[in-house]
Each structure stands twice: as structure tokens, then as C-alpha cells.
């Protein structure tokens, strides 16, 4: 609907796995984002990525791992997670333009995937 | 500290009633204000998105409105239907960056017939 895809939509994990999430955005965007959703928290943004190179990483644990391989494509890999890490993860993208002198950088959300940690 | 606040954090009202959801921001400098609906389970897809000197905007039934000087911002919605139950967050830009958004809680809003 948005232009940006998320698999898996809901993922059961266990402390010890390892799994990863994937994103993709059809919308030409230069940048793309991983965000995290708990419950009755604002999204706290986790990683950023423009043209492919990290220009965040907002003090994320390690075993949170992101590998971006093209603009249009961005993963989240994850290895032994806490129960604390269940939320909803979002992927977002958007393009870093300026049109006079204003900077607009709208992002597109996909659906998100639903992490639960046992 | 850059914050967003939105009130009230939850709302029911009847189907077809008028509602207005509340954000006050301290975020500095200021680039543009956005609201977010986020359906249950969903990524949020943007209503809205006002710049200082955009004063209202509407989308169908939303009508945002901002004021820069106050730091505030209101989202109408009018004529309340089912499908408007969701949560609405506001988001605010700063002009410090091309991704930095700071973002609201949310209000969670449902519509009951």
C-alpha cells in the first residue's frame, strides 16, 4: 500500500535463535530506517541508511545487526534477544531532498513485523 | 530536551461526532509538523504535513492546524466513522537533519457505533 514491504509479518523466536528481518521499498527513496514499537512508547529510531551507508545507530545493542545492500533493500538480523525485545518493528524509506528552503523528508512506513521473543 | 506531546492519550467517541486531538511540541529548530494514522498492527501512513508558515491543511475529514508561536497543533477529524479508530501520532521535524523525526505517543482513538 505504501510502497514499502515488510517480511516476515509476525515472527515467534526463541532467546537462542537467530532470524532476520527483511524490508524492501518499490519507491526510488535514498534512505531507510528501522524503527522499534513497544506499547505506549513513541517509535525510537534504531538505525539509519543513506545511499546505503549507516549514518545512525541510536546506541542499538549488538545483537541487533542491520545490513543494507542496496537502496531499496534493508535487513534486520537478530541473535540471541531478550523477552524485552518484543515490539513491532517498523521499516521506513524516503528520499533527502530540499525544495527551496525547506528540507521535506517524508517518510514511508511499511507494515511492520511482529516480533515476540520467548 | 526535544518532545512531543499528545493529548488525550485515548478517546472514544460515537460514530458521526466531531473530535480534536491535541499536540504540543518543544522541538527546536522547527522544520514541519506531520500526523500519522496507525491502524492496529500496521505501519503508520501519513495525514498531514505542515510546514511554520502552513497554518491549517486538511485531508477529507482531518483538518490539521498549527500554530509555530505557540508550539501546538490540533488534528479535526469530523463526522467520526468506524474505520477512524486508530492511533494518531504526531510527528515533528527538526532542522537539523534530513531523518531526525521526534515522535509523539500517540492517541489511541476509537470510534463506537
Known amino acids: 500500500e505504501t510502497g514499502v514491504t515488510q517480511t516476515p509479518r509476525h515472527l515467534v523466536m526463541g532467546m537462542t535463535n537467530k532470524k532476520s528481518l527483511k524490508c524492501e521499498q518499490h519507491?526510488?527513496?535514498?534512505?531507510m530506517y528501522w524503527y522499534k514499537q513497544s506499547a505506549k512508547k513513541p517509535l525510537e529510531l534504531m538505525f539509519v541508511?543513506?545511499?546505503?551507508?549507516?549514518?545512525e545507530n541510536n546506541s542499538v545493542p549488538s545483537r541487533f545487526s542491520p545490513e543494507c545492500p542496496n537502496s531499496s533493500h534493508l535487513f534486520l538480523h537478530l541473535h540471541t534477544l531478550q523477552p524485552e525485545d518484543s515490539a513491532l518493528y517498523l521499516c521506513?524509506?524516503?528520499?533527502?531532498?530540499?525544495?527551496?528552503?525547506?528540507?521535506?523528508?517524508?517518510?514511508?512506513f511499511g507494515p511492520g513485523t511482529r516480533l515476540t521473543v520467548l | 530536551k526535544n518532545q512531543v506531546e499528545q493529548s488525550p492519550q485515548s478517546l472514544i467517541i460515537l460514530e458521526g461526532k466531531n473530535c480534536t486531538l491535541q499536540?504540543?511540541?518543544?522541538?527546536?529548530?522547527?522544520?514541519?509538523l506531520r500526523w500519522y494514522k496507525q491502524d492496529t498492527g500496521r505501519g503508520p501512513v501519513s495525514l498531514t504535513i505542515?510546514?511554520?508558515?502552513?497554518n491549517t491543511k486538511s485531508n477529507g475529514r482531518y483538518t490539521a492546524t498549527l500554530d509555530a508561536d505557540t508550539k501546538q497543533s490540533s488534528l479535526h477529524i469530523t463526522a467520526s466513522q468506524l474505520s477512524d479508530s486508530a492511533s494518531y501520532i504526531c510527528?515533528?521535524?527538526?532542522?537539523?537533519?534530513?531523518?531526525?523525526?521526534?515522535f509523539g505517543t500517540g492517541t489511541r482513538f476509537l470510534v463506537s457505533p
Open positions: 499536540c504540543n511540541y518543544t522541538v527546536s529548530p522547527f522544520s514541519n
Open positions: 519507491l526510488g527513496h535514498n534512505a
Open positions: 505542515m510546514t511554520f508558515s502552513e
Open positions: 510527528v515533528v521535524s527538526g532542522g537539523w537533519g534530513f531523518q531526525k523525526l521526534v
Open positions: 541508511y543513506n545511499f546505503k551507508e549507516q549514518t
Open positions: 521506513a524509506s524516503s528520499s533527502t531532498h530540499r525544495v527551496g528552503t525547506t528540507a521535506y523528508n517524508e517518510q514511508f
